[in-house]
Nanobody, 124 residues
Framework: VQLQASGGGLVQAGGSLRLSCAAS????????MGWFRQAPGKEREFVAA????????YYADSVKGRFTISRENAKNTVYLQMNSLKPEDTAVYYC??????????????????WGQGTQVTVSS
């Protein structure tokens, strides 16, 4: 399974970006998907997760109300809409896939497949 993340860039504080993650798996519709991020000198942290059916979403407290995770199974793609961005959101963002379809998974070890990451930089 290959995951290709895109959509990162440089944005001013208060701005928006939409990240996309395209998956190669034919069984993508059965996977739970997640977004994580890693800032320089910090550990990778959970951002958001979505169940295989999109019926369940789960967010880190730091992004709740600002970020929205969604998916289009027909396009094998998951999205992360990021609004009201803050400088502390600056990080490399990674998408990840859990082929076991677990719900509300925040633990990186439950994700078997990872994308290459896309840089998001928020200037103050």
């Amino acid at each position: 399974v290959q995951l290709q993340a895109s959509g990162g860039g440089l944005v001013q504080a208060g701005g928006s970006l939409r990240l996309s993650c395209a998956a190669s798996a034919r069984t993508f519709s059965t996977y739970s998907m997640g977004w994580f991020r890693q800032a320089p000198g910090k550990e990778r942290e959970f951002v958001a997760a979505i169940s295989w059916s999109a019926g369940s979403t789960y967010y880190a407290d730091s992004v709740k109300g600002r970020f929205t995770i969604s998916r289009e199974n027909a396009k094998n793609t998951v999205y992360l809409q990021m609004n009201s961005l803050k400088p502390e959101d600056t990080a490399v963002y990674y998408c990840a896939a859990d082929p076991y379809g677990r719900r509300d998974s925040w633990w990186p070890n439950e994700y078997s497949y990872w994308g290459q990451g896309t840089q998001v930089t928020v200037s103050s």
